[in-house]
């Protein structure tokens, strides 16, 4: 079963797919890893990313992380085993990196790789649970870069919506069920 977890910022989305780890791993015989996405450009996100990291590993003990900004849909192929549930956060940091890296050139076209991704999704052999940013709530913004991101990530939100089980929506900490079992 893959999961779509969406949300604003600091909405819980990602407590919610660590609590999701958390129980995984209670089961006996279960792994879990994290796949991040975050790339840090300045002091203040590498700062971030290690509190994450720090923050993480008190919460959910078992889970492993695994850091890849670019590679998402290798990376589920390699880390999706039987038994193992692969945690990725987020896809809003990751399309981000394609469209708009700190290093080398945007991908023209991300339709190739939210196909990866999907066919990944697809193929996965243990439970995915997705996190994302849900942006699309908001005035459409002024510049052309960040209207295309706001379409491109909806684009993909209903891409991976579509292959997920079950999709949530967090708001205020609190878990709005969109799709699938409750």
Not at 12 to 29: N, V, Y
Not at 111 to 123: C, K, M, N
Not at 164 to 174: E, H, K, Q
């Amino acid at each position: 079963m893959h999961e779509l977890i969406l949300g604003g910022a600091k909405s819980g989305k990602s407590r919610c797919a660590e609590t999701r780890a958390a129980h995984w791993l209670a089961l006996p015989g279960h792994g879990a890893v994290l796949v991040a996405t975050a790339m840090a450009g300045d002091d203040e996100m590498r700062a971030r990313i290690e509190r994450h990291r720090a923050d993480r590993a008190a919460r959910v003990p078992g889970l492993a992380t695994r850091e890849e900004p670019r590679a998402l849909a290798a990376v589920l192929r390699e880390e999706s085993l039987p038994g193992r549930m692969v945690v990725v956060d987020c896809l809003t940091l990751w399309l981000t990196g394609l469209l708009m890296p700190l290093d080398g050139a945007p991908v023209d076209d991300p339709a190739a790789e939210v196909d990866a991704l999907v066919d990944a999704l697809a193929a996965a052999r243990g439970p995915v649970v997705l996190v994302s940013n849900e942006i699309g709530l908001g005035v459409t913004p002024m510049s052309r870069q960040a209207r295309r991101f706001v379409d491109e990530l909806g684009r993909l939100h209903q891409r991976v919506a579509a292959a997920s089980t079950r999709v949530t929506l967090m708001v205020a900490g609190l878990e709005l069920p969109l799709k699938g079992p409750r």
